[in-house]
T-cell receptor
Framework: AQSVTQLGSHVSVSEGALVLLRCNYS??????LFWYVQYPNQGLQLLLK??????LVKGINGFEAEFKKSETSFHLTKPSAHMSDAAEYFC?????????FGKGTRLHILP | NAGVTQTPKFQVLKTGQSMTLQCAQD?????MYWYRQDPGMGLRLIYY???????DKGEVPNGYNVSRLNKREFSLRLESAAPSQTSVYFC?????????????FGDGTRLSIL
């Protein structure tokens, strides 16, 4: 069964520093993978998705993620953090007729 | 460009009361979903509807019922609310169950059961 594991329920970075949010998936076949962002009191918004066309996927707001099959990872990065990036981030994988979400990582931006 | 609209945004109930959460989407999507979000638990699927006229149980269906009223609307009903159902509820829609297209979410209903 496919699932996702997000390492770190809370991550803090300084404004301007690299953002790295980790996601590992378990899958026996190439998966469909997604990253979502949730701002306070809002629903989830799609940041980016991997559908096997390219291993490096660019998303909105300067985020990107790299699919590494050998490491079963799909980590989310952004070169320079901005205060507006403070939010909760969810990695997700499609499993049959459902999307399975990780437990989320809350990103804190330090001034 | 409304997307997915949920009503109400907030609700407080007493134990044993019933209520229906409403969800409507204007993207002509075939599939719709109800999730609950609890701290540290991520999103858990309650029920989903592959297409108009069909519904299926998700991970945590006990205590809930759903109705796919038409292609646009998918409601979630709590027949006898319990404190364990205090949560934030999200409705989502997508083109199809097996599509690589993502789900689109509403802004949620914050429900407290006293």
């Amino acid at each position: 069964a496919q699932s996702v594991t997000q390492l770190g329920s809370h991550v803090s970075v300084s404004e301007g520093a690299l953002v790295l949010l980790r996601c590992n998936y378990s899958s026996s076949v190439p998966p469909y993978l997604f990253w979502y962002v949730q701002y306070p009191n809002q629903g989830l918004q799609l940041l980016l998705k991997y559908t096997s066309a390219a291993t490096l996927v660019k998303g909105i707001n300067g985020f990107e993620a790299e699919f590494k099959k050998s490491e079963t990872s799909f980590h989310l990065t952004k070169p320079s953090a901005h205060m507006s990036d403070a939010a909760e981030y969810f990695c997700a994988v499609r499993r049959d007729d459902k999307i399975i979400f990780g437990k989320g990582t809350r990103l804190h931006i330090l001034p | 460009n409304a997307g997915v609209t949920q009503t109400p945004k907030f609700q407080v109930l007493k134990t044993g009361q019933s209520m229906t959460l409403q969800c409507a989407q204007d993207m002509n999507h075939n599939s719709m979903y109800w999730y609950r979000q609890d701290p540290g638990m991520g999103l858990r699927l309650i029920y989903y509807s592959a297409s108009e006229g069909t519904t299926d149980k998700g991970e945590v269906p006990n205590g809930y019922n759903v109705s796919r009223l038409n292609k646009r609307e998918f409601s979630l009903r709590l027949e006898s609310a319990a404190p364990s159902q205090t949560s934030v509820y999200f409705c989502a829609s997508s083109e199809g169950l097996y599509s690589n297209q993502p789900q689109h979410f509403g802004d949620g209903t914050r429900l407290s059961i006293l």
